[in-house]
């Protein structure tokens, strides 16, 4: 993955976040065709994810009945499918050009408090922006990994209007210090194996996002903890949430099964924002509020 960052970054000092957006989608089909061998010859991660569909085949079918579209049935168990075999007739409806903000999912809401939970070096920040414009309140982004924050900073003091605030720490179930494994790309996370400690805290304790009405979560393993840390929050906003829950086979399970018994008002949808195994997002949407 690291190759594919680096190569964005500089796309976007010589051309744009178009030109970038562009570069990304080769760079990801170049890598599907590298792994393209593996439907032959599985790794044992694929093993390891067919070994968990086939054990928790039923319980994947009665949560797929409970998402809210067709389009998410499907994508749904075709992921898991697709994580198993790496064969692409399996992962044909991915969404490349505005991840965590699916056109035919999401909706404005007024006065507009997006949390940006994983802010990595400001990526979906600028998306956000792009699809909302400037008509919002307030942006509050939390990044753990020192060189990425150190990104994030320095494009937010580019943009002095759009209202940002920033926290160099990571979200978590309660208030600490966790290992972290910090690679200065968006696949830093939380590990018992990391090399240094970070500080953590819930999302309930900021002031800032009490008013939340857009959360997106992306932290590498950590979404589910993360998600319970802010139920006063859900409980009282009912904001949409934005999910990713590919980072691991039970995480496609767990974190669904969560949002759905713990928060019944939500619609739930599955959208894939990549041609990979990643980026499988988990949308959360009160159809009474938008």
């Given at each position: 993955m ?15 976040v ?10 990801m ?15 044992s991660?694929m ?14 079918k009665?949560?797929?009945?409970f ?6 049935k ?13 064969d ?28 940006d ?24 982004a939390?990044?753990?990994?020192h ?15 759009w ?33 240094i ?7 309930d304790d ?5 008013d ?8 590498n ?30 995480d496609?399970?767990?974190?669904v ?7 019944p ?8 924002h ?16 938008y």
């Open positions: 690291g190759y594919r960052n680096r190569i964005a970054e500089m796309i976007r000092k010589w051309g744009g178009e030109l970038e957006r562009k570069i990304w989608y080769l760079t089909k170049l890598h599907l065709d590298a792994t393209a061998k593996y439907k032959n010859n599985p790794t991660k093993k390891a994810s067919e070994q968990f569909y086939r054990t928790n085949i039923e319980q994947i009665r949560i797929s009945d998402l809210a579209d067709d389009k998410s499907q994508i749904y168990q075709d992921m898991f499918l697709f994580r198993a075999t790496y692409r007739r399996y992962n044909t409806k991915y969404e490349l050009s505005m991840p965590f903000f699916s056109a035919d999912v999401v909706r404005y809401s007024a006065n507009e408090v997006f949390v939970i994983g802010a990595y070096d400001g990526d979906t920040i600028k998306r956000f922006i792009k699809w909302r414009g400037q008509d919002y309140d307030h942006i509050v939390f990044e753990p990994d060189d990425s924050f150190v990104k994030l900073e320095h494009m937010l003091q580019k943009h002095p209007t209202n940002c605030s920033s926290f160099e720490l990571g979200v978590y179930s309660h208030s600490g210090e966790l290992f972290f494994e910090a690679k200065d790309n968006p696949a830093s996370c939380v590990t018992q194996d990391g090399t400690r970070i500080r953590v805290a819930k999302l900021f002031t800032e996002c009490l939340a009405t857009f959360i997106k979560i992306i932290t393993g950590g979404e589910l903890e993360c998600l319970k840390g802010m139920s006063r929050i859900i409980d009282s906003n009912h904001p949409i949430l934005s999910v990713c829950i590919s980072w691991k086979d039970e496609m399970v767990d974190i099964t969560y949002v759905r018994e713990k928060y008002f939500y619609d739930l949808y599955v959208r894939q990549s041609m990979g195994a990643d980026m499988t997002v988990l949308y959360a949407v009160d159809p009474n509020k």
